[in-house]
């Protein structure tokens, strides 16, 4: 296939300041190294991927997707167009000394606030490329600003879904049980203010536990029924964000709203846990559910499988509980999401 290297001017980079330098130059001009994009003549563009979910193009810009370049280059031009009008409004209001981090912020709300809506697919994949750039240069100011715009976005982005996914997101950010508890029993009772672990203090909307807890359940099999895990910790999150929730509302793990319809348990984690309940309870039962949360031995992602089609040796997730696998099939890897279920079902 043929290929074709282009050079691309990125959007122009502009850095935080200290607070020693003047306000004017706290957003400035500057070139870093041009980032390389392939694009691939003669193959069919796939769908551009959603905003809320960049996959991570990788080192080596031959492998890239037509598509996922194509919407790197939109996504980098509005980059590059809000960090100039950034830099245009700093420039503007002259302000110096310990006043100028709060202004990035300011100014970083008012103009995303404007262009939230107009955004490109691909604006969050090309912001997380220029982060991953700003990284590899040891940049750390540029990076802290980057991911300024980035938390920026994503907040605007937090605002415009339902009150029970606002939650989901809020709890995924604390990392403290009682404040976790504390921020569940508030949105029941309607939602209000809520100071978290940092102690900064938020408004919090109103929703239903049943709610909270079935939307870390979909994001959890969404996450699950994939190859490989790109986060673990955020789907250990999730897992503890369900089991919380499930268990303040009032019939706890056997409430019949917590059934996720399930025809047969799935194989995996059946045989997973025959193996435990055939152990004495100790050491060996908890490091093997411990490998198992951590992605290790029987949890352990299948990476060859990655790019397999409809037609790989990939076993389906469900099948016939506690039955060895005779179809030669590889196994689905044991999930803490649905290990969990299975156990609550057993």
Not at 145 to 161: A, G, S
Not at 213 to 239: C, F, G, W, Y
Request: aromatic residues 2%.
């Amino acid at each position: 296939m043929a290929a074709l290297s282009l050079s691309l001017a990125p959007p122009t980079a502009v850095l935080p300041c200290l607070p020693s330098r003047p306000a004017a130059s706290l957003l400035r001009p500057q070139v870093p190294s041009r980032a390389t994009l392939v694009v691939c003549l003669g193959a069919k563009p796939k769908v551009p991927l959603p905003i809320a979910s960049p996959s991570p193009l990788g080192d080596d810009p031959a492998k890239w997707d037509p598509a996922e370049c194509d919407a790197l280059l939109r996504g980098g031009e509005q980059v590059a167009s809000v960090l100039q009008e950034m830099l245009t409004l700093m420039e503007d209001m002259e302000m110096d000394g310990a006043f100028a981090p709060v202004a990035v912020e300011l100014v970083a709300q008012g103009v995303i606030g404007n262009r939230v809506d107009e955004m490109e697919s691909g604006f969050l994949m090309a912001l997380d490329y220029m982060i991953q750039l700003a990284q590899k240069d040891g940049d750390d100011e540029r990076n802290s600003l980057l991911e300024i715009v980035k938390q920026t976005v994503l907040d605007h982005l937090t605002k415009k879904c339902p009150p029970h996914v606002q939650v989901v997101g809020l709890l995924c950010q604390t990392e403290k049980k009682e404040s976790r508890h504390e921020l569940l029993r508030r949105v029941a009772a309607g939602g209000g203010v809520f100071e978290n672990d940092k102690g900064l203090k938020c408004q919090i909307p109103g929703a239903n536990l049943n709610d909270i807890a079935n939307q870390a359940d979909d994001l959890l099999e969404s996450m699950e029924t994939r190859p490989t895990i790109p986060d673990r910790k955020l789907l250990a999150r999730l897992v503890i964000v369900r089991e919380e929730a499930r268990n303040m509302m009032g019939g706890g793990l056997l409430d019949e709203r917590n059934d996720r319809g399930l025809n047969t348990l799935p194989q995996a984690e059946v045989n997973f846990l025959s193996k435990l309940v055939a152990l004495k309870p100790g050491k060996a039962v908890e490091k093997m559910i411990s490998d198992v949360m951590h992605g290790k031995e029987e949890g352990a992602d299948n990476t060859e499988s990655t790019n397999a089609g409809p037609n790989s040796d990939l076993e389906p997730s469900t099948g016939t509980s506690g039955r060895e696998n005779a179809t030669g099939r590889k196994p689905q890897p044991v999930r803490p999401g649905m290990f969990l279920e299975t156990v609550s079902k057993s």
